[in-house]
């Protein structure tokens, strides 16, 4: 199974409980990858929270991701019963604060249909139906704002 990862920034809330939204995706643009994610590609699935990709690790918490209008976001709850979960929380509620965001989303992802396309010379790739395995918040990824 060929796993790949995406990324782009944007926390819009977290509480004192955890709970938070994320964009991770935005569709219908060429991220860096040279991919465009269509819409109907993520739906709504529950996925687990990780840190930085790191499937070893003790989970930060689970998600349901969903499509509005041109997002890709996770609705997401962090343990907070978890050195991980509370370090991680502390560290995101301080980047929120900061203003602009400097910690990053992304997606570990399956591809169950995509095809490639030739738009304004350049070969893309169409990402039309997904399975995500998990959201992460991260250093930097491939998604464009």
């Known amino acids: 199974m060929d796993i790949e990862r995406k990324t782009i920034t ?8 955890g709970v938070g939204l994320a964009r991770f995706a935005t569709l219908n643009v060429i991220d860096s990858d040279g991919d465009i994610t269509l819409p109907g590609a993520f739906g709504e699935q529950n ?9 070893g690790a003790v989970p930060l918490g689970s998600a349901r991701i969903f499509e509005k209008g041109d ?7 962090i343990n907070l019963d978890t050195a991980s979960g509370k370090e991680w929380h502390s560290a995101l509620k301080f980047d929120l604060e ?43 990824g491939a998604g464009v704002d």
């Open 98 to 140: 900061q203003g602009k965001g400097l910690i990053e989303w992304s997606y570990g992802f399956k591809i169950e249909d995509s095809e490639t396309e030739t738009r304004d010379g350049e070969s893309v790739r169409l990402l039309k139906k997904l399975t995500v395995h998990e959201v992460s918040p991260v250093m930097l």
């Open 47 to 55: 996925v687990k929270v990780m840190p930085s990709h790191d499937w």
């Open 71 to 77: 997002e890709a976001l996770a609705e997401f709850k």
């Open 10 to 17: 944007h926390l819009k809330e977290l509480d004192e409980a």
